[in-house]
Nanobody
Framework: QVQLVESGGGLVQPGGSLRLSCAGSGRTFSNCAMGWFRQAPGKEREFVAAISWSGDTTSYADSVKGRFTISRDNAKDTVYLQMIGLKPEDTAVYHC?????????????????????????????????WGQGTQVTVSS
């Protein structure tokens, strides 16, 4: 059974940092793109960041550029989201996602890069498997 489990969320003061982890199991995730999305109460799910299968290409929402960094360790089937300079508006449930249907390519960054250049960019419809999420609360 494919499973993605997020961890690392919590309560942090504005300006603080957190590192989220997402561990995959049930199959290998080393050959597909991975991403992070977030959803705040009363708001729609929002793209945060994505990374190609090899880690050589990344993409970020404008709201987190320069503050968040996505990375992955394929040997551990784990993807990370390092967050610094956190703001109250970053408060949300953060979900990890995997492109288990290979819409963004199988062991190739070409489709991933092409999608980045498309008008809609990367969206939640590109990802077939999701974790339950971890709460991040930024408040003083």
């Amino acid at each position: 059974q494919v499973q993605l489990v997020e961890s690392g969320g919590g309560l942090v003061q504005p300006g603080g940092s957190l590192r989220l982890s997402c561990a995959g199991s049930g199959r290998t995730f080393s050959n597909c793109a991975m991403g992070w999305f977030r959803q705040a109460p009363g708001k729609e799910r929002e793209f945060v960041a994505a990374i190609s299968w090899s880690g050589d290409t990344t993409s970020y929402a404008d709201s987190v550029k320069g503050r968040f960094t996505i990375s992955r360790d394929n040997a551990k089937d784990t993807v990370y989201l390092q967050m610094i300079g956190l703001k109250p508006e970053d408060t949300a449930v953060y979900h990890c996602a995997a492109d288990t249907e290979y819409k963004l390519g199988y062991a190739s960054s070409w489709s991933f890069s092409r999608k980045l250049k498309s008008p809609l960019g990367i969206s939640h419809t590109d990802f077939g498997s999701w974790g339950q999420g971890t709460q991040v609360t930024v408040s003083s």
